[in-house]
Nanobody
Framework: QVQLVESGGGLVQAGGSLRLSCAAS????????MGWYRQAPGKQRELVSA???????NYADSVKGRFTISRDNAKNTVYLQMNSLKPADTAVYYC?????WGQGTLVTVSS
């Protein structure tokens, strides 16, 4: 079993910043990819960004240039720095490692 604990969500005005964190614990072994997904009301869950153990990253087109993913392999923690937030970024953000998901953290961006 792997547990993922997320933190860092909240309410922010448009143009503001937030930093999400996700710490993995339990029967982790060697983790390759860690990622962030989001799900807005009435929409499907979508990939926001992912990072491999070697540091390769990918981003959804909608967040490129505004969001930065990073990880601390020693701490089994992945971060998502979100800048220049827009109301369209409002969603529940989920951390993902292999078949495991975090509980989600709500990000609300007001206009």
């Amino acid at each position: 079993q792997v547990q993922l604990v997320e933190s860092g969500g909240g309410l922010v005005q448009a143009g503001g910043s937030l930093r999400l964190s996700c710490a993995a614990s339990g029967s982790i072994g060697s983790i390759n990819a860690m990622g962030w997904y989001r799900q807005a009301p009435g929409k499907q869950r979508e990939l926001v960004s992912a990072i491999t153990s070697s540091g390769s990253t990918n981003y959804a087109d909608s967040v490129k240039g505004r969001f930065t993913i990073s990880r601390d392999n020693a701490k089994n923690t992945v971060y998502l720095q979100m800048n220049s937030l827009k109301p369209a970024d409002t969603a529940v953000y989920y951390c993902n490692v292999e078949d495991y998901w975090g509980q989600g953290t709500l990000v609300t961006v007001s206009s």
